[in-house]
């Protein structure tokens, strides 16, 4: 068989199965069994497989017509400058949060050597990057699940980046003293999750997907630990930005707003704590 009959047979599979880019996800696959990017897969279209090659290109089609994640089934992602390891350990790391690193990096401009405290790291994908494009950054991130810190604790090693993972729950508050505390916290509510696409209701982690309380939550804690004049950044459930602006406005913070990701929705949300520090 040739790359392209496969192409378009695993096309066909993934529409069949829901798959919204079909196309797409089949050359992620297919390229990813061959050892080869799309780009260099388009100019190997009349390329016969082999036996092997078939059926581990079949098995990776399979594996999404199941719903599962592509992130998962390459078991790596893009985000910003990097190349992360990904399993069903951590949420797959979205565009929309990379959104939420450019806004952390504008805020951290004019600071030579920030603290920033990422809340929930996952993957590490935002404390990583942030690490990457402010090398004086001191970035610290902690999670409740020690699966997920052993996996970002993998990434940083395998991009050579400084960051202090810590296993915390942040229902003990948080301590310590940043410039920056950012965060991509559950948001999901628990009534909504069945209406998810598969890919998130039977394959992302449930502890890092549902319980929108984190967002308040997160947002009183870091009032104890952010530096006078110091932000917090975090990604809300779309259309909820304003909603949670006006409520860090309500927990004393100031210059609150709400920004938008890449489709236009508003759910990039910071805030300013006074130069005061008063509570």
Not at 41 to 62: K, M, N, Q, Y
Not at 73 to 81: I, N, P, S
Not at 159 to 168: I, K, M, Y
Request: hydrophobic share 45%; proline share 5%.
């Amino acid at each position: 068989m040739t790359a392209a009959a496969l192409l378009a047979e695993a096309a066909e599979r993934l529409r069949t199965a829901g798959v919204e880019t079909p196309e797409v996800d089949a050359e992620f696959l297919l390229g990813h069994a061959l050892g080869l990017t799309r780009s260099e897969l388009r100019l190997e279209r009349r390329r016969e497989l082999s036996p092997d090659e078939e059926t581990l290109a079949g098995s990776l089609v399979e594996r999404r017509a199941a719903r599962e994640p592509l992130a998962y089934v390459l078991g790596e992602w893009g985000f910003r400058r990097l190349t992360l390891k990904v399993d069903r350990r951590v949420l797959v790391p979205r565009p929309e949060t990379e959104v939420v690193v450019e806004r952390c990096l504008e805020l951290l401009r004019a600071h030579e050597s920030p603290a920033v405290l990422d809340v929930g790291t996952g993957s590490g994908a935002i404390a990583l990057a942030i690490a990457d494009e402010h090398p004086d950054a001191r970035v610290t991130a902690i999670d409740v699940s020690e699966e997920a810190l052993a996996l970002a604790g993998e990434n940083a090693a395998a991009a050579g980046l400084a960051v202090t993972f810590e296993r915390h729950d942040l229902r003990d508050g948080l301590a310590g003293r940043y410039d920056l505390v950012v965060s991509n916290p559950p948001y999901v509510a628990a009534r909504e999750i069945e209406t998810l696409e598969p890919e998130v209701r039977d394959w992302e982690p449930r502890l890092a997907t549902v319980g929108e309380e984190h967002t308040e939550a997160l947002a009183l804690a870091a009032r104890d630990v952010l530096e006078p004049g110091g932000h917090v950044v975090l990604e809300v459930a779309a259309g909820r930005g304003r909603e949670i602006a006006e409520l860090l406005r309500k927990l004393g913070y100031e210059d609150t707003r709400a920004g938008l990701d890449l489709a236009g929705r508003d759910r990039v949300v910071e805030g300013r704590w006074p130069t005061s520090r008063m509570q």
